[in-house]
């Protein structure tokens, strides 16, 4: 699945134009990215770019039900330093975090949250979210 959905208005964002770091915290590991803009999309879900394709690309597990497409909020995440770097969250964005439990100023879906690559970015990954089955592909 990929992360457009035809039904929503698109986000609009810059892609990075130099490396930088993104931190994935889940529980006590913390996992560091060198993302290389060249390189992207890294996989097919979320938009490319996003935090969720990121995440996908190096095998680190975020969950995300619906594929990526801004239709579910199971790819929830908190970011926890550098939010400025990132594209502002859109209507439907902001919409489907109603739905997430452990919402914070902080929040954002995976799918749709891309750092455009000016610092680095450091994302927390609820404990809730942590998918403990595979499905395989």
């Known amino acids: 699945m990929g992360g457009i959905n035809p039904y929503i208005e698109q986000v609009r964002a810059d892609l ?10 889940h529980g006590d590991t913390e996992t560091i990215v060198e993302v290389d803009p060249a390189a992207l999309p890294y996989s097919h ?8 394709d990121i995440a996908c690309g ?9 594929g990526g497409v801004c239709a579910c909020s199971t790819c929830h995440v908190h970011v ?19 739905l997430a439990p452990d ?9 749709q949250c891309i ?8 994302v927390v990954i609820p404990g ?5 089955v595979s499905e395989g592909h």
């Open 128 to 132: 809730w979210n942590r998918n403990a």
């Open 45 to 52: 879900e979320g938009l490319p770019g996003s935090v969720l």
């Open 58 to 66: 190096h095998g680190i597990a975020l969950d995300h039900a619906c």
């Open 16 to 25: 990075p134009k130099q490396p930088y770091t993104l931190t994935f915290v």
């Open 80 to 98: 926890d330093s550098g939010a400025e770097s990132c594209n502002e969250a859109g209507e439907a964005e902001e919409d489907m975090l109603d």
């Open 103 to 111: 919402l914070s100023s902080d929040s954002r879906l995976g799918c």
């Open 115 to 122: 750092p455009d690559g000016s610092a680095a970015v450091r």
